[in-house]
């Protein structure tokens, strides 16, 4: 899987939106693009995927650039339960026999 | 709701004995399933993937012997960690894949080891 850089840590007002960057420069062309979150002590939250379109679900919208080597998540209205750890992550499409590979992610702290 | 569950979320075991961790697909079959293990502050480290009918597979560095994975169904896999010393102490996740191309890893609560 290609390597990911997300920046570590990041603030943002409670009702505000919640832009996450990724760079995923080397990404190849049959790679989705995935973003979990881990809130602290529990098991990572699926968010959102997506390959070349942008996508929209209840969570969260993901932009990705044309030439897809970057990609922002949206959170529309952070809340204060939207604190956690953001990971950007870049997988084989269809590949259910390889894991995951976490990198550090972003510290989202939202601020009241 | 949630679509993988892992049991128990929280366990206290003394040093030497074994524990058991058990990691279910709710609503779907699950050929291979993935184990993880995350200690404080620190990101999430695949241990090993387990295959239905077969061997897991090990990542470099993780003791197939001390970490024994049975997927004995197509919901469930299990975790045993044998032997267990205070350095095992850590939080242990499982996940699975659902769905087809593009398909989506579902991870589950997580399960606390400590080791007294």
């Known amino acids: 899987d290609a390597k990911t850089t997300q920046p570590p840590s990041m603030d943002c007002a409670e009702g505000r939106a919640a832009n996450l960057p990724c760079n995923h420069s080397?990404?190849?062309?049959?790679?989705?693009v995935y973003w979990y979150r881990q809130i602290h002590s529990q098991g990572p939250q699926y968010i959102i995927h997506?390959?070349?379109n942008n996508e929209t679900n209840e969570m969260a919208s993901l932009i990705i650039t044309e030439d897809r080597k970057s990609s922002t998540l949206i959170l529309p209205h952070a809340t204060l339960r939207d604190t956690a750890v953001y990971y950007c992550?870049?997988?084989?499409?269809?590949?259910?026999?390889?894991?995951?590979?976490f990198g550090k992610g972003t510290h989202l702290i939202i601020q009241p | 709701g949630a679509v993988v569950s892992q049991h128990p979320s929280r366990v206290i075991c003394k040093s030497g004995t074994s524990v058991k961790i058990e990691c279910r697909s709710l609503?779907?079959?699950?050929?291979?399933m993935f184990w993880y293990r995350q200690f404080p502050k620190k990101s999430l480290m695949l241990m090993a993937t387990?295959?239905?009918?077969?061997?897991?597979?090990?990542e470099q560095g993780v003791e197939k012997d001390k970490f024994l994975i049975n997927h004995a169904s197509l919901t469930l896999s299990t975790l045993t960690v044998t032997s267990a010393h205070p350095e095992d102490s850590s939080f242990y996740i499982c996940?699975?894949?659902?769905?087809?191309?593009?398909?989506?890893?579902?991870f589950g609560e997580g399960s606390w080891l400590t080791v007294v």
């Open positions: 996940s699975a894949p659902k769905g087809g191309a593009g398909n989506t890893i579902y």
């Open positions: 080397t990404i190849s062309g049959n790679e989705y």
């Open positions: 997506g390959l070349k």
């Open positions: 992550i870049v997988r084989v499409a269809g590949g259910g026999a390889d894991g995951l590979t």
């Open positions: 609503d779907f079959q699950a050929t291979t």
């Open positions: 387990s295959n239905e009918g077969s061997k897991a597979t090990y």
